[in-house]
């Protein structure tokens, strides 16, 4: 195979479908060189000259009259298996060419080259610049394959002619915006756990963007004829012009190498274009690259390594056009802060050549965080390398303790200031317990972000609270010693690559070293230990539990000495919760945790228990309206016996109750929606399996199920309560389909609905929307708790449709009667917990736990 530029005369004309056949052959030939994948570069090249070589053949004998230029990663010689190959006809004038292009275009699809074409007149230079910046970074990045180069040569000359340096001015500062516009929709941190290889942040068009700035900025085509790809030649570029230390150099040509390699191999592996890198894709990688089945966790560690060092260069690069592009400000206007940094404007820069430790790095980032103030593009480099050269020494500096401590006591900007500093690699260098947490991706469960990142996500919304008028804004606003609540934020997970079982116990522990270490006193370790062991503990009971059970109350509120400790593991947990994924933190959930934190508040500040809460409340509903003196309603509450009933339903719905019951009516189904959910009540007389089939009607309409409350009257009437969306769009349900959703709850509770057979016929649906919307199998497992009239029981499992359905029917078979379930949807997994009796209305022998467990795990593992 030829590799480098093919020359025309040792063309020859072929068949297209000859041609086509032969280069499949080629190309196949290429694809399947294990060897050549090892170096994503020459792969990259070779591809993408043999595609040069077969657009000359197939174009050979055809008077052109312009000139055909590859484009994009084509042009750049970094085409992966399945990229776009973009190709511009560029003529001088284009008008009366329409067929030529028609013909050229048809003859490269039959030969199997399916370009996608631009066509281009030099005027339209002019016109692009204007009003086009996309199409314009096209025509300075575009490669000569065939026809007239003199009307290439040409091309090239108008493209650089016009770039005065207000035109520079204007379309660099048009890719700045753009690159801020890219974040906002694909995601601002390199660490995105299933990140789009072209398009995230720290991604291979990151490193392009400042390829088409410097380009620009130096009048310079950056297409080189010689065997290497456009990044390649460019990072060379870097290197001779000194802009670049060779560390850095090389670190970063092993980033772009590392991404480009996992954009062929996911290609390889879809078999098309594809850039989005999910769970799926990683597992399948790391096994081609020998790292076994569990290989992935190794392999997605170095590449978000290599997306942060590429996002690290593009920020010191985009710092250093912004600088040359902007005025300089006096020398006058300088403010020194000491004996070694300034402040010039909203930059940081050293005032004379001092050795960079962590200590000096620590003060600069105090001084950044002070003045909110970036660093310039020498001090930010310095920091980076003298990083790497302190990771070598691994020596520790009590003066650089100070200024941590100090950044954390600061007003604002303290969560800007650490992000940074993890962006820096200096935060894992300060702490090295918090270095492995860098990169840590958390197998099997909902984040979106690796574990650091999803740390420092965490403090930054905690700290925009400051700023939002609502009870947790409030309540941060507040707090005095912010310091300690941040440590506990960056606590949290720390253990997590120790063991992500227990990680809250060995967090507590290992954050109070850390605390001691760096000088804290006994107080506030105790505070900080107390807030990491139990950050899950929250929401656990908030989404688990239920909240109008006195002994859950009470159980809860036995964890806090004084209501300190309750407001600062309320912030906490809001902090966790916000930053695992936009759709883990809802308003249900806010809502939960929040009349969580108002009842256990009231108990603690009054030193009452969960029974004097719930009867107080009690007290003041009836005492607000006329309508509970009534015989009727006496009677109707008298029979339920549930003092949370009256907390779930308004006066309005318990009127429309009583008069369903007095109708005698066999089934009554209820719809209401609020801001979250549709909620749906059923009042019907007790039986077997009921709340099972229930389930099973709601979930074959494509329904997700919340929560579901069960309250029994003494004469065997129930009203069940239902929160529901619709499991595609997690929104409210369409209102349209109410009928048929009544409908098959009242063929289920007369049991005319055959919900098995109705599971049958919909399977293959559910099969397509379950492979769109989970991607992990997840583990399964089975825990009880004590309780003082129940036995309650979690279930953990990956989550499927019909799964709520098939947990309720075995528990029916098993003679387990549910009182209460609460079902807690976290992405692809979800915890069902149920408060169980059974049929003599007593708890669950612990006798008989495991066997529960094992009917239990059968039935989700055959869902599964």
């Not at 511009?88 to 008008?95: A, L, R, T």
């Not at 597992?283 to 390594?305: C, L, P, Q, T």
């Not at 005095?480 to 079982?501: E, G, M, Q, T």
């Not at 379930?821 to 069902?832: E, G, L, R, W, Y």
Request: charged share 30%; proline share 2%; net charge negative.
């Amino acid at each position: 195979m030829y590799y480098g530029r093919v020359n025309s005369p040792n063309l020859y004309y072929m068949e297209p479908l000859k041609l086509k056949e032969i280069f499949f052959q080629d190309r196949d030939q290429i694809f399947h060189d294990e060897e050549l994948l090892k170096d994503p570069y020459k792969f990259c090249v070779k591809w993408s000259v043999l595609v040069e070589e077969y657009v000359q053949r197939v174009l050979k004998g055809m008077k052109l009259e312009c000139a055909v230029a590859s484009v994009g990663s084509f042009s750049r010689r970094e085409l992966s298996p399945f990229s776009d190959i973009d190709m511009m006809f560029i003529f001088d004038k284009v008008q009366g060419k329409d067929q030529l292009i028609k013909d050229c275009v048809t003859q490269l699809w039959d030969s199997g080259i399916e370009v996608s074409h631009t066509v281009r007149e030099f005027s339209d230079v002019k016109r692009f610049l204007d009003e086009d910046l996309e199409a314009f970074t096209q025509f300075f990045e575009t490669r000569y394959i065939f026809g007239n180069e003199k009307i290439y040569n040409e091309w090239n000359s108008k493209v650089l002619a016009p770039l005065s340096e207000k035109n520079k001015l204007r379309l660099i500062r048009e890719y700045f915006d753009d690159l801020h516009a890219r974040y906002e929709k694909y995601g601002e941190s390199a660490k995105v756990l299933e990140p789009n290889i072209k398009y995230t942040a720290g991604g291979l068009r990151d490193l392009q963007m400042i390829e088409w700035i410097y380009s620009l900025k130096n009048n310079l085509l950056l297409t080189s004829q010689e065997e290497m790809t456009q990044t390649q030649h460019f990072l060379s570029i870097l290197k001779h012009e000194k802009i670049i230390i060779p560390r850095a150099l090389s670190r970063l040509q092993e980033s772009y190498r590392y991404l480009l390699d996992a954009r062929n191999h996911l290609h390889l592996l879809s078999g098309r274009k594809n850039d989005r890198l999910e769970f799926s894709f990683q597992e399948n990688i790391a096994k081609v690259h020998g790292m076994g089945s569990d290989g992935w966790h190794s392999y997605m560690r170095k590449y978000f390594d290599s997306a942060n060092v590429i996002k690290r260069f593009t920020s010191t690069m985009m710092k250093r056009f912004y600088e040359e592009i902007t005025p300089p400000i006096s020398d006058y206007l300088s403010i020194q802060l000491d004996d070694d940094f300034s402040l010039k404007g909203t930059d940081i820069y050293l005032t004379r050549e001092i050795k960079i430790t962590l200590s000096t790095i620590m003060r600069a980032f105090y001084y950044a965080a002070l003045h909110n103030a970036t660093f310039d593009e020498n001090l930010r480099s310095q920091i980076i390398e003298a990083v790497i050269d302190h990771e070598e020494e691994q020596t520790f500096e009590p003066k650089s303790s100070v200024f941590f401590r100090e950044i954390l006591k600061l007003p604002k900007q303290v969560g800007k200031t650490l992000t940074t500093m993890n962006e820096l690699g200096v935060l894992g260098a300060f702490l090295p317990e918090f270095k492995e947490l860098v990169g840590f991706f958390q197998p099997g469960v909902y984040h979106c972000y690796t574990a650091d990142e999803h740390t420092l996500l965490a403090l930054n919304n905690l700290e925009k609270l400051s700023e939002v008028n609502s009870v947790l804004g409030k309540l941060f606003q507040v707090i005095r010693n912010k310091d300690i609540l941040y440590l506990a934020v960056l606590f949290h997970d720390i253990a997590k690559p120790i063991s992500v079982s227990g990680h809250e116990i060995i967090g507590g522990e290992i954050g109070s070293s850390i605390m001691e270490r760096l000088g804290y006193g006994f107080s506030e370790i105790e505070k900080v230990q107390f807030l990491v062991r139990h950050h899950l503990t929250m929401e656990q009971v908030a989404f688990r539990r239920n909240l109008n059970d006195p002994s859950t109350l009470n159980n809860f509120t036995e964890f806090f000495p004084n209501s300190e400790l309750l407001d600062l593991l309320y912030l906490l947990t809001y902090a966790d919760l916000s930053a695992v994924s936009q759709v883990v933190w809802t308003q249900w959930k806010s809502d939960l945790l929040n009349e969580l934190y108002r009842k256990t508040k009231t108990m603690l500040d009054e030193s009452i228990s969960g029974h004097d809460l719930l009867s107080n409340s009690l007290r003041e509903i009836i005492s607000g309206s006329d309508i509970y003196s009534e015989e009727s309603f006496k009677d109707h509450l008298e029979s339920i016996n549930d003092l949370s009933y009256l907390q779930h339903f308004s006066t309005e719905e318990i009127n429309q109750h009583i008069e369903e019951i007095e109708k005698g009516s066999p089934v009554s189904v209820f719809f209401k929606e609020d801001s979250v959910f549709t909620t749906v009540s059923v009042i019907t007389r007790d039986s077997e399996a009921l709340l099972s089939r229930m389930c099973g009607a709601l979930s074959i309409n494509d329904l997700n199920i919340h929560d579901a409350r069960i309250f029994t009257r003494k004469d065997g009437i129930v009203i069940d309560s239902f929160n529901i969306s619709d499991f595609r769009t997690n929104s409210l349900v369409n209102k349209e389909k109410y009928k048929k959703i009544a409908n098959d709850i009242t063929l289920a509770i007369e049991n005319e609905l055959q919900i098995t057979r109705e599971f049958s016929q919909i399977k293959s649906k559910w099969w397509r929307i379950e492979n769109k919307l989970f991607k992990r199998k997840g583990k399964i497992k089975i825990e009880y708790e004590k309780h003082d009239k129940y036995t309650i029981i979690d279930v953990y499992s990956p989550d499927r449709l019909g799964l709520l359905y098939q947990v309720t029917r075995k528990m029916n078979e098993l003679g387990l009667s549910i009182y209460f379930a609460k079902i807690s949807t976290k992405a692809d997994d979800v915890v069902d917990s149920f408060y169980i009796l059974d049929r003599n209305r007593k708890k669950i022998s612990t006798d008989v736990y495991e066997l529960i467990t094992h009917e239990l795990n059968q039935t989700i593992e055959e869902m599964l």
